[in-house]
C-alpha cells in the first residue's frame, strides 16, 4: 500500500507518535537519572559549606567530613518564621554559616557566608549561579572574587552595612565593608551585593540577639 | 568505494575552511560570541555540538523517508530538542563539574542555527553515513572558530589561557609594569570584531578568493 505523506492523517499520525516516543524515552531518561542527579547536588552543597568552613575534602569523603563537622539548626526569623543555619567547628574554631540566595542577571546565584564568633567578620564565602555568563558575571564563583571577603565586616558598630561591591580594580582597598566588583559582570556583582544584605537582614533579629549576648 | 570514500573526506572538509559554518555560511554567531570569553567553555561547547550536530543530522537521514514534508521542520526541531535535553541530562547525572562548567549554554545548543541548517540542507536528502559525516564536520568546523576566538579573548582579555596565567605579573601596571589586560575583548562586540577579522584574513587567501563577492 502506498502511504500519501502528504495526507492530513499521516501528518496527524506521525506527529503524535514522534512526540510519544520522545516524551516517553525523555520521560525514563529523567527518571533514571533523576536520583543520581539529585545526589550530585547534595553532595555539591555539602562540599560547599564544608569548603566555607576551612576545609577541603575529596568527593567521595563529602558525607563523612560533613556528618563529623557540621550541624544544621533552626533560628528564628524577622517574620517569625524560621530560618537554616549551620555551624561548624573545624580545628576548634566555631563557624556560623548562613545561606543566601538571590538572583543574577540571567537566573539565581546563592552561596554560604561563614561568620566568626563575633556575627560580623567574614571567614569564607562560597558562592554560586545557575548561569551567569562565563568570563564575566560567573566570575562570582571564582576564587579571586571569593577571596575578597575574608576578613570584611558586616556589622558598623551596631549597624548592618553588609558588603557593596565597588567599581574599579583595588577601589575597595582598605575597606572592611566593600569588595571590587567584577568588570563585565556589574549585574551580577550587584546580586551579591543585594543577596547578602537582605538574607542578613532576615536573620538580624537573632543574629543581634547572639551579638548582645556575647559581647555581655 | 574508493569514490564515496573521497566523496566523505570532503564533506568533512568542506566544512572546515571553503564551506565554514561560522565565518562562510555566517551561522551560529551568537553562541560563538557568548562562550568564547575564556578557552575551557569554548572547547566544552564545541564538543557538544559536535556530538548533536552528527546525531541530530544521522538520525534525520535515518527518519527522512517517512518524514511528511510539511511539518519537517517541527520534526527537526524535536530531534534536536530531543538529543539536546538527553546530553543535558546525561552530563547532570555523569559528569557534574562539566556540566556545571556550561551552565546555559547545553540548553542553547538547541537554538544553534548550524543544527538545523544542517539537517535541512543535507541530512534530508542524503544517507546516514555522510549525514553523520557532514554534521560532526560542521560542529568541528564551528569550534575552530569559537577556539581561535577563545584563544585570543583569554590571552589578550585576561591575560591567561585555559585559566591558567600567561602574562606575568609583573608585567601589568598595577605591579610597576607597563601592561594592561583589554578589557573590550572581554565584552562580545570585541568577539564580532574578531570574527570580522578571521573572516577577512580567510577571504584574503589565494585559494579564496571566488568567496568574495563582486
Known amino acids: ?216 | 568505494m574508493g569514490t564515496t570514500k573521497s566523496k566523505n573526506w570532503q564533506y568533512f572538509l568542506g566544512p572546515l575552511s571553503k564551506d565554514n559554518p561560522v565565518i562562510v555560511q555566517v551561522l551560529g554567531i551568537c553562541s560563538a560570541l557568548a562562550v568564547t570569553a575564556q578557552l575551557k567553555p569554548a572547547f566544552v561547547m564545541t564538543l557538544s555540538v559536535v556530538v548533536v550536530t552528527a546525531f541530530a543530522n544521522l538520525i534525520m537521514s535515518l527518519l527522512r523517508k517517512g518524514v511528511p514534508g510539511r511539518i519537517r521542520i517541527i520534526v527537526q526541531l524535536v530531534v534536536i530538542a530531543f538529543l539536546v535535553i538527553l546530553v543535558d541530562q546525561v552530563l547532570k547525572a555523569f559528569v557534574y563539574d562539566v556540566s556545571k562548567q556550561l551552565s546555559v549554554y547545553v540548553g542553547l545548543i538547541i537554538t544553534n542555527c548550524i543544527l538545523m541548517g544542517r539537517v535541512e540542507a543535507f541530512a534530508l536528502s542524503n544517507k546516514p553515513w555522510p549525514a553523520l559525516v557532514d554534521g560532526a564536520a560542521n560542529g568541528v568546523g564551528y569550534g575552530i572558530i569559537l577556539l581561535m576566538l577563545g584563544f585570543v579573548r583569554e590571552l589578550l582579555g585576561s591575560g591567561s589561557l585555559w585559566g591558567v596565567r600567561v602574562i606575568p605579573d609583573e608585567w601589568y601596571i598595577q605591579n610597576g609594569g607597563f601592561y594592561a589586560n583589554n578589557g573590550l575583548m572581554m565584552l562580545p562586540p570585541m568577539a564580532l570584531v574578531l570574527v570580522g577579522i578571521i573572516i577577512w584574513v580567510h577571504r584574503s587567501s589565494k585559494s579564496n578568493k571566488d568567496l568574495i563577492e563582486k
Open chain 1, 1 to 216: 500500500m502506498k502511504v500519501n505523506k502528504n495526507s492530513s492523517v499521516y501528518i496527524i499520525v506521525y506527529a503524535t507518535v514522534m512526540v510519544v516516543v520522545v516524551a516517553a524515552v525523555l520521560a525514563i531518561c529523567a527518571m533514571v537519572l533523576q536520583p543520581i542527579q539529585n545526589a550530585n547536588v547534595e553532595r555539591e552543597t555539602k562540599g560547599a559549606l564544608l569548603t566555607v568552613a576551612g576545609m577541603s575534602v575529596a568527593t567521595e569523603e563529602i558525607e563523612k567530613a560533613y556528618a563529623e563537622n557540621i550541624t544544621e539548626v533552626q533560628v528564628a526569623a524577622s517574620d517569625g518564621g524560621s530560618l537554616p543555619l549551620y555551624q561548624s567547628s573545624v580545628g576548634g574554631r566555631t563557624l556560623y554559616i548562613i545561606p543566601v540566595a538571590g538572583s543574577g542577571l540571567w537566573g539565581p546565584v546563592w552561596g554560604y557566608v561563614a561568620l566568626d564568633g563575633d556575627w560580623s567578620t567574614i571567614s569564607a564565602v562560597v558562592f554560586d549561579h545557575k548561569g551567569e555568563t562565563p568570563g564575566l558575571g560567573a566570575e562570582i564563583a571564582a576564587p579571586v572574587f571569593m577571596d575578597q571577603f575574608v576578613g570584611k565586616q558586616l556589622f558598623e558598630g551596631d549597624n548592618l552595612v553588609g558588603i557593596t561591591v565597588l567599581k574599579g580594580a583595588g577601589a575597595s582597598q582598605g575597606n572592611p565593608h566593600a569588595v571590587d566588583a567584577i568588570s563585565g559582570g556589574t549585574i551580577t556583582s550587584r546580586a551579591v551585593e543585594t543577596m547578602i544584605r537582605t538574607t542578613l537582614e532576615e536573620y538580624k533579629p537573632y543574629i543581634e540577639k547572639q551579638r548582645s549576648n556575647g559581647n555581655d
